[in-house]
């Protein structure tokens, strides 16, 4: 397969190469010249994280290098305890969405899976497209560190909705999908999906939502004085939306950052479980507080768990074939195998 550029897809004008992990990032964490823990595969090929860089065009990498420039003391910021706004939130999540899809292009390429499964997707088609959820926690006297975990599944490099991203003694966990929180937040609900043959959503069958938000937004996901969890509701990648009765209404409007263009508020549940909107001119601070390093393989398990929990949840898919349904348990059971190597996996 030729080269593409990781942002558009298109065979890069003017090349210039990427860092899937930003470069600010792996010298902020003394990575810069080392190998790739855990992304299991990636490990394998020994590749340090200054080598791990993608095609891209020129004028791409440049737009994208100002969300890096913005991101960059926003999520320096958060875990230095400090307040952060909405609008700052929402853009560290665009952040997740670019480096998870980053990896996963790197990892079809590295796994030379590029030709099998096509990408159908790049990172500028993907930000901000789908719910957005980040699940925040810390963990004591882990030292310095950068790593990915998820990456490695079957399920994930079939579906890149769920990752994580271990920085320093902080791990995120990143989820991204149709309806995944939308519905308990109190916006539209979306059931059929009819999908496009590059597997894009065609067409989703709206109904209106119930305008206030539902415990618990993702079961078996809860918050606690240990663990921060951030929800977006995301509609921009509803290809409906804009005509649609049902998002025209006073809820939907005043929980959101920007509603022209589809991009829903910030919801955040913290240390007592409430899930409270984050008006635009508040600050909030997200780091929970840490807990023993002994329990991070529980973590690094929950990521799996979320991975199954995303699929599960998907919209219904129109004309999905029985075969198809097959396919997608046996994916699930190979993530439980995956899941259960960390129960035991310490720091
Ligand atoms: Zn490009």
Known sequence: MDKFCIFCGNKPENKNKEHVIPQWLSKHTNRY???CEFGESITKAQIPFCALTFPACTACN??????EATVKPILLDIMDGKSVNAEQISLLMDWFDKIRVGLWLSELTLAKKVDKIEPKFHIASRMGQKDRMLIIERFKDIGEGLAFV??????FVESPSVF???????????ASEF???SNKLGFPNYNKMKLTNNRNAQTLEITKGRNKTTHPVVSDFQASP????????????VPNYKPSKEFNVPY???????YENGVGGIFVQRGDNQIKYIDQNQTTSLAPRAKDPSTIGNTLQDVFKLQNFVLSSRADIDSRRPADSLFWRNMMAKNIVLMNAYATRKK
């Open 150 to 155: 998820g990456t490695n599944s079957p399920l």
């Open 226 to 237: 240990t663990r921060t969890i951030i929800y977006q509701p995301m509609y921009r990648g």
């Open 62 to 67: 440049d737009a994208f290098g100002k969300l």
């Open 164 to 174: 994580a991203l271990i920085v320093n003694d902080f791990v995120f966990i990143n």
């Open 252 to 258: 939907v409007l005043n929980h959101s950052l920007d």
């Open 33 to 35: 010249q080392k190998v």
């Open 179 to 181: 309806g995944l929180v």
